[in-house]
């Protein structure tokens, strides 16, 4: 969502008057070896391939991992000569890939460094796994303490006392560290950090560089207990695009925060996927697999397969008619474009047309801007861009954020309910889950329209997404604070099309 700036003169007045001695920029302090991995963060990428990337405070010839089966005895390694940057940052990002894992087996792994632990993760479940697992879709995030939301105060809207220092303790992250082995991997379909949201900090006003480099490393810090052992699968939103939010500001927007610099520098370069080679027998499910892998553009658009279930991560931000993001979009960002023209468009619809049921009976499909919100505000460009694909192609759940709350809908197309309902619908069911927490607070729900089955915004929130068996699929919204169900429900699918193809 687009903060709120109205108090924008309110707040440099405040940092001036404060002073300089005040107005600073919270940086985390370099660890004293400069090569120590901070940030850790990790990816499915393939059918037996784990990515692991970190960032460093200094640049590296070589950043290598070792792993293994056991934790005392890493005989494998995987290396890098890569170690990027842009203007601005004050570290460097390394990506390596381990590939011939055997599947879903716990592997240990160690960043070689004097000052790095052995940690793990599982890898991933082949394609046509059938055995029931659950995903968590987190929404919305930002850092915790300082520079982002607290806890303390009206506990429905962010406090703007700055009391709590930096922490892991973040009431989503917390819940997900405490429900650990109760998920397999993490969607995260935009609106990351929030760095660019350091304005609403008077400390922050006059040090927007360096402040938003703060934040940045304080997030990706907070966040490496999870995203360092459990693949955390993320795609664009508009909080990764930055910059024009603060049109007094933007002329000094340091190069660093333009056009999803940060965002490419830590999850591209390998990190996520592009689309996996179809397992199928069928020809042609081949051929639009390996045409989908051509055209993806990881960390933009992509896709991967986990089980019983092919997810599909997409871009709302830019690259089709009226993108958002894009030039002349509806937010003025002028960012992108990362593909040629309708290649976003030509990869979603040869990836979904791949999809052979019989392996992964489940798809899903992610995106930062829904379409189906409460309230005004829909993105109506994505809705013109993908829905229809999602209907013709029988995509099962529609994951999105953007709006900070939690909402559920029933299966829909084109504003209309599926007559099916819950129970076997050709239309998409559709989930908010941006609830996560972020400087900006909650959103109220507003009005309910007659799509919506559910929605919440009384506390932080986000949704575990429980594939049961080949047909039916459960989602759970949880509150972060309390780990309290909040919404339960049930989609059944028959999936008795090996390959969907259906008109409205
Ligand atoms: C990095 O590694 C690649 C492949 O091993 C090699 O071709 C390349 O020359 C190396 N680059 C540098 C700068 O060492
Ligand atoms: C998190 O912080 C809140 C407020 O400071 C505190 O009440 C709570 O006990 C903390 N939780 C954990 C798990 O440390
Ligand atoms: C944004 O970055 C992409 C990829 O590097 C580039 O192709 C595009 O031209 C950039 N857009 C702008 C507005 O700088
Ligand atoms: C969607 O609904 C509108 C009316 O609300 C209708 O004009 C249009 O033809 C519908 N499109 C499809 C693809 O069904």
């Known amino acids: 969502m687009a903060p709120v ?26 660890p004293n070896d400069l090569s120590t991995p901070v940030q850790e963060r990790i990816a499915v990428n393939g059918p037996n391939a784990v990515s692991i990337a970190w960032n460093t405070y200094k640049q590296l010839d070589k950043a290598c991992v070792k792993y293994g089966t056991l934790s005392g005895s890493l005989k494998l390694e995987a290396c890098t000569n890569r170690s990027i940057t842009y203007p601005t940052s004050r570290t460097w990002s390394h990506t390596v890939t381990l590939t011939d894992l055997n599947p879903a087996t716990v592997y240990y792994y160690k960043i070689e460094s004097a000052n790095s632990n052995v940690e793990q993760f599982m890898s991933p479940r082949v394609a046509g796994d059938k055995t029931p697992f659950a995903i968590n879709a987190v929404i919305d995030l930002g850092v915790y303490g300082e520079d982002g939301f607290t806890i303390r105060g009206d506990h429905s809207k962010r406090d703007t006392i700055p009391s709590i220092q930096p922490s892991l303790n973040h009431t989503t992250i917390g819940r997900l560290a405490q429900t650990i082995d109760d998920y397999e991997f993490v969607i995260h379909p935009g609106d990351l950090g929030y760095a660019d949201d350091w304005f609403l900090r008077p400390h922050n006003v006059l040090h927007g560089t360096d402040a938003f480099q703060a934040i940045l490393e304080n997030f990706y810090d907070q966040l490496a207990p999870i995203a360092g052992r459990k693949p955390y699968m993320v795609s664009p939103g508009n909080h990764e695009a930055v910059c024009n939010e603060l049109p007094a500001l933007n002329r000094g927007c340091p190069t660093g925060q333009k056009n999803f610099t940060d965002f490419m520098s830590r999850f591209g370069n390998g990190l996520m996927p592009t689309a996996f080679s179809s397992t199928s027998e069928d020809a042609a499910a081949k051929v639009n697999a390996n045409k989908a892998a051509a055209l993806a553009k ?70 930062h801007r829904p379409w189906y919100t409460t309230g005004d505000g829909g993105c109506k460009p994505c809705q013109k861009a993908f829905e229809g694909l999602m209907y013709k192609y029988g995509v099962d759940l529609g994951v999105f954020g953007h709006v900070h709350n939690s909402q559920r809908f029933y299966p829909a197309f084109n504003g209309t309910a599926d007559k099916a309902g819950m129970n076997d619908p050709k239309a998409p069911m559709y989930i908010i889950a941006g609830g996560a927490g972020s400087i900006e607070g909650l959103s109220a729900v507003g009005k309910k329209g007659p799509l919506n089955a559910w929605a919440y915004d009384d506390a932080f929130s986000y949704a575990t997404i429980r594939f049961l068996d080949t047909q039916n699929l459960q989602v759970d919204f949880y509150r972060s604070d309390s780990g309290k169900l909040l919404d339960s429900s049930k989609l059944f699918k028959s999936h008795k099309d090996r390959f969907v193809s259906q008109k409205p």
């Not at 109205?6 to 302090?29: H, M």
């Not at 990869?347 to 392996?359: G, H, M």
């Open 5 to 30: 700036i109205s108090f924008y003169g309110t707040l440099v007045a405040a940092a001036l008057f404060v002073g300089d001695a005040l107005a600073k920029a919270r940086l985390p302090p370099k």
């Open 298 to 367: 990881p960390p933009f658009w992509f896709s991967f397969e986990y089980g019983m279930v092919h997810v599909v991560m997409i871009d709302t931000e830019t690259d089709f008619a009226d993108a958002p993001d894009a030039e002349g979009g509806e937010q003025g960002f002028k960012t992108g474009p990362f593909g040629a023209r309708n290649q976003q468009l030509e990869f979603f619809e040869a990836d979904l047309a791949s999809i052979d049921r019989t392996i992964t009976p489940w798809v899903i499909v992610a995106g």
